[in-house]
């Protein structure tokens, strides 16, 4: 039995046309790299990483809404931070997100993002497929 894939994007949300916010395929959402970027724009929230990150976290819980999955269905979660010296204030955004039973995570510093933004966000979620399609 085949499994249609579906691309997903979510209204409000600026993207760049050359992928979607995300991509369910069964019983998986995958999730995007997502930015720190206020609604509707690709301008970044001010502050740096830790607001960034929770920004960035609230676009991928629209997104995962859009699937018809939560961040309580994210599985596994990667994390791009332009300065690991500033991981203490992702890790707290984070943690506020995700509370006391967060999600398997890694973490990778890399040396530029897309827009000059601090931290870039992507996951996988499981969502069950009797929940039927987003």
Do not use: W
Request: hydrophobic share 45%.
């Amino acid at each position: 039995m085949t499994t249609a894939i579906e691309k997903l994007n979510v209204s409000g949300l600026g993207r760049l046309p050359a992928f979607c916010h995300a991509t369910v395929a069964g019983d998986f959402v995958f999730v995007s790299g997502t930015l720190g970027t206020r609604a509707d724009s690709f301008e970044l929230v001010e502050g740096g990483t830790g607001p960034q990150t929770a920004q960035t976290l609230e676009n991928i819980a629209r997104i995962l809404a859009g699937a018809r999955a939560g961040k309580q269905d994210v599985v596994k979660v990667n994390v791009f931070l332009t300065d690991m010296a500033t991981f203490p204030e992702m890790n707290e955004a984070y943690l506020a997100f995700f509370g006391d039973d967060p999600p398997a995570r890694i973490t990778v510093g890399c040396s530029a993002l897309a827009i000059g933004a601090a931290v870039e966000i992507d996951c996988i979620a499981y969502r069950p497929e009797e929940l039927g399609p987003p």
